[in-house]
């Protein structure tokens, strides 16, 4: 049975990587009391084991993923990024390089605490801190060695490898059981009500509503009266009752069995039902004006639009709500209801003296023809319709992948941030420039939900399946001392680090705290772990603050290991 697995496996490799998936997830899905592995950590064992059978799987495909994964993250939380760098942000680039600092002496001591050669203290480094870049850094340090051997210096590389391979699943899997769990569970964080708290904060006290979710309060409601005889609105047209009510407007009129539109012209009669849409205050109290408050006949549609108009037009930039009202004149605003105001993503109070700037976003209420006598004097419309701005997609995707292949040095090593943090930075920007020049960019929420977890659940299982075979077979060859040390060198500093940036630092935010945690580590699988347990993109801020300095500082140390650690093989 299982030879037919691998043969299996081996002509079509795409079905090992989603029956991983597919694995990983339903692993992920069990408990043992409060602890819950999680889909990401699932699909990582999952795959290890999965991996036993020497799968080929094109390792680009991981990096492609991953990048997808990557840019969905930073779109997700560009506005929020940016409006939170703020000197709160030093605090965290201090956490930063303390975390990578500890790492560091964690792997010193080990190195000379077990007698280990250069290439395996660098390799635990690689694993245990879960920075690949170790692996070129630290081998090229290598290989420049004085008064060593050429065979010494093959050895030395290997065990870069040997060590990575070693440490590496703990690597990734010990961070996503601290944030995901352990902290948590010390500090009785619920990390979804959280999430939602901070959400919070950052839109200015609105809640974030769960999916299928809605807010059942409307500003602006529509209601139904039949006009008496002695009814105000009597042989009065439908512009003449907009004037006189201000902020309410008759929509259609029913009058024997037939519906007419209400144009500016059209008198209301007695006998008439007249639907009218208007604010809650307005029409709380117009039954005196127009009758009774009557039901609508169930063949009866008034059709509305919500539309969003960014705001552009000079005249009215620098000018407040109640400004812009009063100067739009009746015969044109009647039927238009500002119901919002937004700014870089952001809502704002609702207030008739809020001043308006250019690019705010403007959500309106009203029938599409009130509202399209309305957009021409405000800005352009946003479309409603959810659909992926592949240009600027593209765009984005490419400039990250190019941003990823820039190099730069630091005291004389070469540095680069991959195309991981290279994407991240372009979807942060792009993110951004949706939220302020909301007519670019758009990338709708399911469509960035679907790669950010897509991209994730492909690159966790290919990391799985590619390590699984070279960490059993050297877990067998050097024991499980190396192991270990890899655990102690991935779960020390984050328990150092945490809560001296908890208390120290006063980094007390339960999602900055653990953002912090993993960007220290630049600890991907363990990032995306936490957003999965937070359901929003509230760690993005403080995970790519700290992911930054996590890949400078981390790459630095492959060469420092090889230069301080003096034992050869």
């Not at 060593?148 to 059981?177: D, H, R, S, W």
């Not at 015969?331 to 308006?356: F, I, N, Q, S, W």
């Amino acid at each position: 049975m299982l030879d037919y697995v691998d043969k299996l496996f081996d002509a079509a490799p795409l079905l090992a990587l989603f029956v991983t998936i597919c694995l990983g997830y339903v692993v992920g899905k069990l408990t043992i009391g409060q602890f819950v592995l999680g889909g990401v950590a699932g699909s990582l064992l999952v795959g290890v084991l999965i991996g036993q059978l020497n799968i080929e799987i094109d390792t680009a495909m991981k990096s492609v993923f991953f990048a997808l994964f990557i840019y969905a993250v930073g779109y997700q939380g560009g506005p929020q990024f940016f409006r939170s760098i703020n000197r709160r942000s030093l605090n965290m680039l201090v956490s930063a390089f303390v975390m990578c600092l500890v790492g560091l002496i964690c792997v010193l001591v080990s190195a000379w605490a077990f007698d280990l050669d250069r290439g395996t203290a660098a390799g635990l480094a690689a694993g245990g801190l879960t920075q690949s870049a170790i692996i070129g850094t630290a081998g090229d340090a290598i290989a420049k060695l004085s008064g060593v051997t050429a065979e010494q210096i093959k050895t030395m590389q290997t065990n870069v490898a040997v060590g990575y391979a070693v440490c590496y699943i703990f690597g990734n899997l010990g961070p996503i059981i601290m944030v995901t769990w352990f902290f948590p569970m010390v500090m009785k964080w619920d990390i979804r009500q959280e999430a939602l708290k901070l959400a919070r904060e950052m839109s200015g006290g609105k809640a974030e509503l769960e999916a299928g979710q809605f807010n059942a309060i409307r500003k602006i409601v529509t209601r139904v009266y039949k006009v008496s005889d002695k009814s105000k609105a009597a042989g009065k047209t439908a512009l003449e009752i907009d004037d006189e009510l201000s902020d309410a407007a008759v929509e259609e009129i029913l009058r024997n069995g037939e519906t007419l539109p209400a144009g500016d012209d059209t008198k209301v009669e007695a006998g008439d039902s007249v639907a009218v849409t208007g604010r809650v205050d307005v029409l709380r109290d117009s039954a005196p004006y127009f009758g009774e408050e009557t039901t609508a006949p169930d063949s009866f549609q008034l059709v509305e639009e919500h539309r969003e108009i960014i705001l552009t037009q000079p005249q009215f930039i620098g000018k407040s709500i109640g400004e812009m009202h009063d100067a739009i004149d009746v015969e044109t605003r009647h039927g238009v209801y500002l119901v919002a105001v937004k700014r870089m993503g952001r809502d704002l109070p609702m207030l008739a003296g809020l001043e308006l700037h250019k690019g705010d976003e403007l959500l309106f209420t009203g029938a599409p023809k009130d509202l399209n006598r309305v957009q021409s004097l405000i800005g352009y419309k946003i479309t409603a319709a959810a659909v992926t701005d592949f240009v600027f997609f593209g765009l984005g995707m490419s400039i990250g992948i190019l941003l990823g292949l820039l190099q730069f040095k630091v005291a004389g090593i070469p540095v680069t941030i991959g195309t991981g943090g290279g994407c991240l930075l372009s979807g942060l920007t792009f993110g951004w420039l949706r939220s302020t020049h909301p007519r670019f960019a758009a990338l709708p929420t399911g469509a960035s939900n679907f790669l950010r977890d897509f991209g994730l659940a492909v690159f966790v299982a290919i990391v799985g399946i590619s390590a699984g075979p070279q960490a059993i077979t050297t877990m067998k060859e050097y024991g499980v001392t190396l192991f270990f040390l890899g655990v102690g060198v991935t779960i020390i500093p984050q328990i150092v680090v945490f809560y001296f940036s908890y208390y120290v630092l006063r980094i007390q935010n339960p999602i900055e705290a653990l953002g912090c945690v993993v960007g220290g580590r630049s600890a991907n699988p363990g990032f995306a772990a936490l957003l999965a347990k937070a359901g929003n993109a509230t760690p993005v801020v403080s995970f790519t603050v700290c992911y930054a300095v996590a890949n400078v500082f981390l790459t630095i140390w492959g060469p420092l290991i090889v230069g301080i650690i003096t034992k050869n093989p």
